[in-house]
C-alpha cells in the first residue's frame, strides 16, 4: 500500500450552527468538490500545528482552541489518505477565502445534500452526532420508560436508543409512537426491530443488533432511506467494516469495560478499543460500564462519545 498522507481538517461552526466549507481548485485531487478547511501535515508538524498553519494561510484565522472529532482512513484508487479532524472551538479573525477559493456557510442539516469527497462521509455524520447516545435500561415498565426518556430529553439528551426486550412487540410499539409524539426536535430515537416492524416509523432511526448486520453485510447496502440514523452494534473488527459496507451512519463498540447488564461479556478494554476506533471508518460510540466522566478519554482515542445505560438514565 502507498504511504498514507496525513491531513489536518477543520469543522468551524457558527453562532448559528452552521459549518464553515472551502471549494476545491479544480486542478486539485478531489477538485471542485466541496471541503472542511485544512490540508497535509509537513514533515515533522503535530497535526494540531499543521491545522493552525493551514487555517492561517486558507483562512486567515488564528486557531485558540480545538478539540478532536473523528479520524478517518480512507484509501481513494490513487491515494491514501488519514483525515484527521478537529473541531476548531475558538479563533481569532474573520474567516474568509484567504486563496480566493469560493466559501459558504452550511446548516449542519443541510450538509448530506453537500458533493464532498468520498471520504468525508463519516465527518457529516461525526459533526451531527451528539456526545452522548442513551440506551435504555430493562426492568422498566413502559410508563417509566416513557417517564424517563422525556426526563432525559428535556436535561439535554439529543440520541436516545429505546430498547426493551422486556416489553411485547405490542406494548414497545405503542411506546416508539408515544414518544415520536412527544419529543422535542432535538432529541432523536432509534428503534430496535426487524424492517418489517421499523419501516413504517419515518421519524426513527433504526439501531441493528450484529446478528442483523451481519445479514445485511452479505448485501452490501444500506438498508434504510438517507434522512433516518442507521445504528450499529459492534464488538469487533469485522463488524466495524460491515457497518461502512452497509453505510451506517455509526457504531456502539462494547463492552470497553465489564458491566452489570453483560457480565459474561469480555471486555474489550481501553487499548483494544483505540486500536479498533483507529481502523474504523464511522463514527464510533463507546459502550460498556462507561460514565459521562469517561468521555475525555473517549475523545483522546477517537471516539464520537459514550453510549450508556445507567450512566446516563437518571
Ligand atoms: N482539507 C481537506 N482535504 C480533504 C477533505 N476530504 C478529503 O478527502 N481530503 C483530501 C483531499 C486531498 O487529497 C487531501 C488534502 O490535501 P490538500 O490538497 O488540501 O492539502 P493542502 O491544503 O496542503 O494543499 P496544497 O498545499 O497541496 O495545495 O485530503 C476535506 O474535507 N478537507
Ligand atoms: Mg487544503
Redesign the pocket.
Known amino acids: 500500500m502507498n504511504k498514507q498522507?496525513h491531513?489536518a481538517?477543520a469543522v468551524i461552526e457558527d453562532t448559528q450552527g452552521r459549518i464553515l466549507l472551502t471549494q476545491?481548485a479544480a486542478d486539485?485531487?478531489?477538485g471542485g468538490l466541496w471541503?472542511?478547511?485544512?490540508?497535509?501535515c509537513e514533515a515533522g508538524e503535530s497535526v494540531l500545528q499543521a491545522l493552525a498553519r493551514?487555517l492561517q494561510e486558507?483562512l486567515g484565522i488564528e486557531v485558540v482552541n480545538a478539540e478532536p472529532l473523528i479520524q478517518i482512513p480512507?484509501q481513494?484508487p490513487e491515494?491514501n489518505?488519514l483525515?484527521d479532524v478537529h473541531r476548531v472551538t475558538a479563533y481569532r479573525g474573520d474567516a474568509h477565502g484567504a486563496e480566493g477559493q469560493p466559501m459558504q456557510w452550511v446548516a449542519k442539516a443541510q450538509l448530506q445534500q453537500i458533493a464532498?469527497?468520498?471520504?468525508?462521509r463519516p465527518?457529516v455524520c461525526a459533526v451531527q452526532l451528539p456526545q452522548q447516545y442513551l440506551v435504555t435500561p430493562t426492568g422498566l415498565d413502559a410508563e417509566a420508560l416513557y417517564q424517563g426518556v422525556m426526563r432525559a430529553a428535556a436535561q439535554g439528551i439529543e440520541l436516545v436508543q429505546l430498547r426493551a426486550p422486556e416489553l411485547s412487540e405490542q406494548a414497545y410499539f405503542a411506546l416508539v409512537e408515544r414518544l415520536l409524539q412527544a419529543l422535542p426536535v432535538s432529541c432523536r430515537l432509534l428503534i430496535k426491530g426487524s424492517w418489517a416492524q421499523v419501516q413504517d416509523y419515518e421519524q426513527a432511526g433504526w439501531h441493528l443488533t450484529s446478528a442483523q448486520l451481519e445479514q445485511f453485510a452479505q448485501q452490501s447496502e444500506r438498508p434504510l432511506p438517507s434522512n433516518r440514523w442507521l445504528a450499529v452494534s459492534c464488538h469487533n473488527a469485522q463488524q466495524l467494516a460491515w457497518a461502512t459496507q452497509i453505510s451506517a451512519d455509526f457504531a456502539c463498540l462494547s463492552p470497553v469495560q465489564a458491566t452489570a447488564s453483560h457480565p459474561d461479556a469480555q471486555p474489550l478494554g481501553w487499548a483494544a478499543t483505540a486500536e479498533l476506533i483507529a481502523e474504523a471508518q464511522v463514527p464510533v460510540y463507546l459502550l460498556g460500564g462507561l460514565q459521562p466522566s469517561d468521555l475525555t478519554q473517549a475523545f483522546i482515542i477517537g471516539a464520537q462519545g459514550i453510549a450508556a445505560i445507567r450512566g446516563l438514565w437518571s
Open positions: 498522507l491531513v481538517v476545491r486539485k485531487h478531489q471541503e472542511f478547511p485544512g490540508g497535509k493551514e486558507e480512507y481513494y491515494l489518505v483525515l464532498f469527497p468520498a471520504a468525508n465527518i
